[in-house]
């Protein structure tokens, strides 16, 4: 893999560690945070600047409610590129926000960042496999999760003449990174990239999905 992208839940705060381990071992990675929507789909937001995360990420945590239990859902650390403990998150990150699905979507993009409906096919927390539909919402993309192909996503939810579908990894641990992966053809390896190829312009384009 050339690139990855880090998106915790509700949060963004360990992305810049990922983006210096990145720099260091030779990998590309796009800082970003996945959100819980009020009707519980997950919106990806990949951002290139520090600063466009952290106001998503502040504004997330305005309407994120509850305080986590570590003894029901683990502790949330927050690490430096040294893998060393530097924090802990008190927030209930795996609950849902109150922003609704259009709300985070132009949350993302008033911050210059790329709104992509995660892993759409499955059936907790995807926008086809929860809702049922996808909604006039002006997404940047869509991603299925490794369950199933883009060609089978395309053929079963009517999405032939949609563009910026993709498949990924939706990893949650280490031996899951790289299940599932994308072809992209880019300049370089940045989120503004991505919404390129993501909508086929200017000679970008999403390859192998």
């Known amino acids: 893999m050339d690139l990855i992208a880090i998106c915790d839940h509700n949060s963004g705060e360990n992305a810049e560690a990922a983006v210096e381990v990145g720099q260091r071992e030779g990998l590309a990675v796009v800082r970003g945070i996945e959100i819980t929507t009020e009707e519980e789909v997950h919106i990806l937001g990949l951002f290139d600047r520090p600063r ?11 309407y994120l409610a509850g305080e986590n239990a570590p003894d029901v859902f683990g502790y949330q650390v927050v690490v430096d590129a040294n893998d060393e403990v530097v924090g802990e998150n008190p927030r209930l990150l795996i609950g849902a926000t109150r922003l609704a699905i259009e709300e985070a979507v132009g949350l993302i993009q008033a911050h210059e960042g790329v709104a992509i ?4 096919d499955r059936e907790g927390f995807g ?9 006039d919402v002006p997404l940047d993309g869509l991603e299925v999760s490794p369950l199933m192909t883009v060609e089978d ?4 939810f009517g999405l032939g003449g949609r563009l910026g579908l993709i498949r990924a990894s939706d990893a949650h641990r280490l031996e899951e990174i790289g299940c599932a992966s994308a072809l992209l053809s880019l300049v370089e390896p940045t989120a503004a990239e991505i919404r390129l190829a993501l909508q ?9 999905a």
């Open 52 to 62: 466009n995360l952290e106001a998503v990420q502040e504004h997330v945590y305005a």
């Open 117 to 120: 409906a995660a892993h759409i």
């Open 127 to 135: 926008l086809i496999g929860h809702l049922g539909f996808v909604p």
């Open 153 to 156: 996503a395309k053929e079963r």
């Open 200 to 208: 086929g312009r200017d000679g970008r384009a999403v390859r192998i």
